[in-house]
């Protein structure tokens, strides 16, 4: 009988799946956890004013719930937790905090209608709990677009947190930390690349 680090991993999986609190049907009432503005180091100002669109996501993720997946194939959503509102507006709203909170306020616009230079578009390509990896994963494409349509640049921005608990507040906090250090990237590409 193995006792090493892989079963002792494979036992600590196992535990996971077994305590985690998937979504039943019933009328109990969800906690509502929230994603905090990241604190990033002041940011070089820049002369571009830049509109943060709202998220692109798959109808899974466009959604006030936490989403997790069980395996590679199944996916489902945590039992007695959300989102204050659909994950995409809530990203939105926080990584524009997260510009100003770098001090470029003048800089990041949050009027859809107001003029700008660049639109910074966003994809939420997964913000997950994974339980057989024991961890939460955010991952968001950026792009900058300039007023004319083109690509400026585009980058990538993952992040991996281990969490110990399937409990939503154990979730909600590893996603929240998972998701302000994409954030304070994402400033910083915009930042180098303007």
């Known amino acids: 009988m193995r006792d090493g680090p ?22 109990a009432p969800l906690a509502t956890y929230d994603l ?9 100002p820049f002369a571009a004013r830049v509109r943060v669109a709202e998220p692109l996501a798959t109808l899974d993720l466009d959604s006030n719930r936490i989403l997790v997946r069980t395996d590679r194939q199944q996916l489902a959503t945590l039992a007695g937790a959300k ?17 100003e909170n770098a ?5 990041v616009i949050g009027n859809p209608a107001a003029a700008t230079d ?3 578009a966003l994809d939420i390509r997964s913000f997950e709990l994974d339980v ?19 690509v400026v640049a585009a980058e990538i921005f993952t992040a991996e ?15 929240d930390s998972a998701l302000a250090s994409v954030m304070k990237r994402i400033v910083a590409f915009v930042s180098a690349k303007l």
Do not use: E
């Open 6 to 27: 892989i079963a002792r991993r494979r036992s600590g999986l196992v535990a996971l799946a077994l305590a985690l609190p998937l979504a039943a049907c019933g009328g």
């Open 36 to 44: 905090n503005a990241a604190r990033p180091p002041a940011a070089r």
């Open 83 to 99: 989102w204050p509102d659909r994950l995409p507006l809530v990203v939105q709203a926080r990584l524009t905090q997260t510009f």
């Open 103 to 107: 001090g470029l306020a003048h800089q």
């Open 118 to 120: 660049y639109t910074l």
């Open 132 to 150: 057989p990896g024991a961890r939460v994963d955010v991952d968001v494409a950026a792009k900058l677009v300039s007023a004319s349509g083109g």
């Open 161 to 175: 947190t281990p969490v110990a608990s399937t409990a939503p507040a154990s979730v909600a906090a590893a996603m």
